[in-house]
């Protein structure tokens, strides 16, 4: 059987070891297991029953990878060393991979270089994906209150309005892409929430919004938090209201080590064929706590194409069953290459 089992590690996650053939360097193999909050509407048989959890991210369909993989190599161990199977809970808004990170699974399990993957629905089924230093973005999330006078709408002199002064910092903050980054960098600014009031005869007390900052590098999350503050402070000051800014700084940026990700799209030819890898992706603005573990060590992170269809988070999004193999195989064959008996 598996050589040891790990339980309870960031609350719900699982860290498995299988021991190998012969002293050797312990490799990482990691799969995000968490569901989202919200309704499937895949109409598979095999559909979520239960209102606002459905896994819309694949992330069963990761899990099955892994589980796949840990059955091949339990049962053939053809490498060295040992192999940490890492099953991540809360990756979706939770962290789970920070805390993992924080609980010390790269010391503990001695863990030297790691892999994750990533089933992508704008890829043809079977095409792998990677590349070579920033991969995915970094994000943090804002929130913001505005505190005014509340009243009636009939008298809005006699009130100040949070509406109007949140409307006008929403448009101030969407200037920042465009006036304050340089135009060769990469910042996202999405406001993506907006809350006020209770009726159409009342100005509300307060309003709120929300939004997310999304960069590959720190500096512009500094820039974006410094001068969302600023917006908040000079339109507060001069619309009479209290603007209050909570920024929170989530995912780093997930970047790949060149040396891994080198070896890894040489392992995904070996399964795929040439015509089929590319590891030259396109960055994308999208988040990864995955970031955590690549801060800790060398390795990559990889896109499994599912074939074009519904977008991961959309209510219709169905897992392709049909690619499980080949990230089996992916994970397995990483650690067969990166570990081979002498």
Not at 60 to 79: C, K, P, Q
Not at 97 to 118: K, N, P, R, S
Not at 175 to 192: E, F, G, K, Y
Not at 206 to 214: D, E, L
Request: hydrophobic content about 40%; proline content about 6%.
């Amino acid at each position: 059987g598996i050589t040891e089992i790990h339980e309870g590690i960031a609350n719900t996650g699982i860290v498995a070891i299988i021991e190998g053939q012969g002293a050797g360097p312990t490799i990482g193999l990691r799969a995000d297991m968490d569901a989202l909050p919200m309704n499937d509407e895949s109409g598979a048989e095999y559909a979520s029953t239960i209102p606002g959890r459905a896994h819309t991210c694949g992330h069963d369909g990761h899990t099955t990878m892994l589980l796949g993989a840990a059955r091949y190599l339990n049962e053939t161990r053809n490498f060295r060393g040992r192999v940490a199977l890492i099953f991540q809970p809360a990756e979706e808004g939770g962290g789970g991979g920070e805390v993992m990170v924080q609980e010390g699974i790269m010391d503990t399990f001695d863990i030297a270089e790691v892999y994750g993957l990533h089933n992508a629905p704008d890829i043809e089924a079977g095409r792998i994906e990677t590349r070579p230093g920033p991969m995915l973005a970094g994000v943090a999330e804002f929130k913001i209150t505005v505190t005014g006078k509340g009243g009636h709408a009939a008298s809005p002199h006699e009130c100040i309005d949070p509406v109007a002064a949140a409307m006008q910092i929403g448009t101030a903050i969407n200037t920042i892409v465009s006036r304050n980054a340089d135009p060769i960098d990469q910042l996202v600014i999405s406001l993506t929430m907006f809350e006020a009031g209770t009726a159409t005869n009342i100005i509300p007390e307060t309003a709120v919004m929300k939004g997310t900052v999304r960069h590959f590098k720190p500096e512009l999350q500094d820039l974006a938090e410094t001068r969302i503050a600023e917006i908040c402070k000079g339109t507060g000051t001069a619309m009479g209201v209290e603007a209050t800014l909570e920024f929170s700084r989530e995912y780093p940026p997930t970047i790949n080590d060149a040396e891994k990700t080198a070896f890894a799209a040489e392992v995904a030819r070996e399964l795929a064929g040439d015509d089929m890898v590319s590891d030259d992706a396109n960055m994308s603005m999208a988040s990864e706590d995955f970031s955590y573990m690549l801060n800790m060590r060398p390795g990559c992170y990889l896109n499994v194409g599912q074939g074009i269809g519904p977008i991961c988070h959309h209510p219709e999004f169905d897992f392709n069953d049909e690619i499980a193999p080949l990230g089996a195989s992916l994970f397995a064959r990483l650690v067969e290459r990166a570990q081979p008996l002498e």
